[in-house]
């Protein structure tokens, strides 16, 4: 355990610095809807095949079902939501609203996970509220309709937290890889429906890249990144976990930069800067010293 909760976090860390803009190219020869139907298809297939080379059980009792609607409807509301804005902002700009989620996180786990509530946490997350209204404010870059993508983020990031605020809360006694095949349970056919009934549509033509991103978003993002996520949810606070969105902000601004040509205004970087320093502040100001283990 010494050496996998800091694995977990190092990979967990580097999935979502790289799936905001694996999501852009996923959708970009086939559209959102047939592009996270497709990653979540091949994610619930891959989980389950793993689970039975394993040998792991998929239990099915009543805690585990609570947990697996929860992780569930996380899945569904809060990834269509971001697949949807990622059409009208950079894709460095999802991983950044994401960077609020700790302070969120630990908003609504003060009130129903009894964690607590510091006054300089309640400071660092004023001053990350700030930085995302600064970048709100961009003008160099930002179009009109791009204030619904970033309505769209904000709104995934609170449905996100509501769900890991659930799951955690249920604490059910089921293992990463089954939390997450249970989420898929729920959220893959909720998927296919939606894209049968708005769009229904296979694409005539798929480029490489396409390909690449979809498989990449559905082995790795989605099966390799949930599960880990959930171990680490199993072992650490809540707040504790949404710590990575400490780091992935600022990694998938530059790889939006480097590889997708996206533009970074000072604005966007001030921003930027002052989440984390909200984040730093939250996190580690004013923080007695004790393991973040849970017993």
């Not at 394993?54 to 009543?62: A, I, Q, R, T, Y």
């Not at 006694?173 to 049968?196: D, K, V």
């Not at 530059?254 to 930027?272: A, D, F, K, R, S």
């Not at 004013?286 to 393991?291: A, D, E, L, T």
Request: net charge positive; hydrophobic share 55%; charged share 10%.
């Amino acid at each position: 355990m010494k050496y996998k909760i800091p694995l977990a976090f190092a990979c967990v860390t580097l999935i979502w610095s790289t799936t905001p803009l694996a999501i852009q190219w996923s959708s970009e020869s086939v559209g959102y809807l047939f592009a996270v139907t497709s990653r979540m298809t091949i994610a619930t297939v891959a989980c389950f095949v793993l689970l039975r080379v394993l040998g792991m059980p998929f239990l099915w009792h009543k805690a585990a079902q609570q947990t697996y609607l929860a992780a569930g409807l996380g899945i569904y509301f809060a990834m269509m939501l971001v697949y949807w804005g990622a059409q009208f902002i950079p894709s460095g700009w999802v991983a950044v609203i994401f960077g609020a989620s700790p302070m969120i996180t630990g908003l609504i786990a003060y009130r129903y996970l009894d964690e607590t509530l510091t006054p300089a946490k309640i400071i660092g997350s004023l001053v990350g509220f700030v930085g995302l209204f600064i970048i709100f404010r961009t003008k160099e870059t930002i179009e009109p309709a791009s204030y619904y993508g970033l309505l769209a983020i904000v709104i995934s990031t609170l449905v996100h937290t509501l769900s890991i605020i659930r799951v955690k809360r249920i604490n059910a006694a089921i293992s990463a890889l089954a939390t997450t095949c249970g989420g898929l349970i729920y959220a893959t056919p909720a998927y296919l429906l939606t894209w049968l009934i708005v769009d229904g549509q296979l694409p005539t033509e798929i480029s490489v890249k396409t390909i690449m991103a979809i498989l990449y978003l559905g082995l790795i993002a989605s099966m390799i990144g949930f599960v880990l996520y959930y171990f680490l949810l199993k072992h650490l606070d809540a707040s504790r976990v949404a710590l990575i969105t400490l780091v992935s902000p600022v990694n998938a601004l530059l790889l939006g930069h480097v590889l997708n040509g996206e533009p970074l205004t000072q604005q966007i970087w001030l921003g930027t800067i002052v989440i984390l320093s909200g984040l730093i502040c939250y996190e580690f100001i004013g923080k007695k010293k004790k393991s973040d283990l849970v017993d």
